[in-house]
């Protein structure tokens, strides 16, 4: 069974994932705005659509019996796209929802001009794809200073971690924190600084490593705080990237991090097992060996003021630090599942000692690489 979706203007890509309880299926269309989609017949028993967020359309068929996408295309326009549903076995249904999302379109087609379409079926009037934010940078003036980006975990709709009480969310405090951070390189004028999220919204982990990129930053340090089912759990701790996790506790809070593109059983991020393997390889040993070297150095100066926990420098498969070019490291800041912890993240004079600890670090950092120590 064939159906097509129609839009009225180009999408360059769209994904789809399977859902059980009941059996559904979804199809995601980036900056895409819902006007119209009705369809019903062979394996589909209804359609319901929708905005998901701002800049994403969703589709969602149900199913009167377990079937899969087995094969998706665009037209060459990129104005219409069709999806081949197939009938399969509750197993292999099962494993389809497990696989997650697949995505289509990656090749980029060429766009034409939209009013060369038929219109017809699914009708999904579309804004122009949204791009990412390229937020303000501060501190020193000048393209030749470095450039470090900080980045406030969680926001929006995914609130992270959040107090016993539920009134205090690690979003809220990553973005103090973060901002505490900017200001205070911003004011060493010794390095520029951007962040990837000055307000409460949401970007999947892929967008906050890209603005990194795509500002072609020096350095890249993602703001967290961390939470364990042990209240006594407490401290900082520094990330760095390594597909081998170096114990438990750095395989589960990948884990957890990670699902932070998976809200309500939607997988948003969209990258596969196959994209972060592309990715990985191709993250040059060099830019994994200063991540780690600047996680020691950050250490070091944060410690006299900041606690850390034992073996605070662990690795894990984090996506949020996987740009193969900038030096990346996530820092947790604390634990928001402890009272004292939670007590200094919400502490002014707390977030500036955090601040302070990053200013040193950044300095010695780009000392270190100018004189080529």
Do not use: C, W
Request: hydrophobic residues 40%; aromatic residues 4%.
């Amino acid at each position: 069974m064939a159906v097509t979706l129609r839009f009225d203007q180009p999408i360059a890509t769209a994904s789809a994932f399977m859902l059980s309880a009941p059996q559904r299926i979804a199809v995601d269309l980036p900056g895409a705005r819902v006007g119209r989609a009705a369809a019903s017949g062979g394996l589909i028993t209804s359609t319901r659509h929708g905005q998901y967020d701002a800049g994403t359309a969703r589709v969602v068929f149900e199913l009167n019996k377990p079937a899969i996408v087995s094969d998706a295309s665009f037209s060459a326009d990129h104005l219409a796209l069709t999806l081949t549903l197939k009938p399969v076995t509750e197993t292999l249904f099962g494993k389809a929802v497990r696989k997650g999302r697949q995505l289509f379109g990656l090749d980029q087609a060429r766009l034409v001009d939209p009013r060369s379409a038929q219109r017809g079926g699914i009708t999904v009037p579309l804004d122009p794809p949204k791009p990412l934010p390229v937020p303000p940078i501060t501190g020193a003036r000048g393209t030749k200073r470095p450039l470090v980006v900080i980045d406030a975990g969680h926001g929006g709709h995914d609130p992270g971690s959040q107090s016993a009480d539920g009134a205090i969310k690690e979003k809220d405090i990553a973005l103090a924190i973060a901002k505490a951070i900017r200001d205070e390189l911003a004011a060493s004028g010794r390095v520029r600084v951007a962040l990837t999220r000055s307000d409460d919204r949401f970007l999947v982990l892929g967008e906050r490593r890209e603005i990194a990129r795509r500002l072609k930053a020096d350095l890249f340090i993602s703001v967290h705080a961390d939470s364990a089912v042990n209240t006594t759990a407490r401290g900082a701790s520094i990330y760095t990237l390594s597909e081998v996790a170096s114990d438990r506790v750095a395989a589960q809070l990948a884990a957890k991090e990670n699902r932070a593109d998976i809200l309500n059983g939607v997988d948003l991020g969209g990258e596969n097992t196959e994209v972060s393997s592309i990715l990985f390889d191709l993250a040059q040993r060099e830019t994994m060996n200063i991540s780690s070297q600047f996680a020691i150095l950050l250490q070091r100066e944060m410690e006299p003021t900041v606690h850390f926990k034992d073996d605070a420098h662990r690795f894990a498969g984090l996506i949020v630090l996987k740009a193969p070019d900038v030096p990346s490291v996530l820092l947790e800041t604390g634990y928001i599942s402890n009272p004292d912890d939670l007590s200094l993240l919400m502490s002014r004079d707390y977030r500036r000692n955090i601040a302070v600890g990053v200013r040193k670090a950044v300095e010695t950092h780009f000392a270190r690489r100018l004189t080529g120590e």
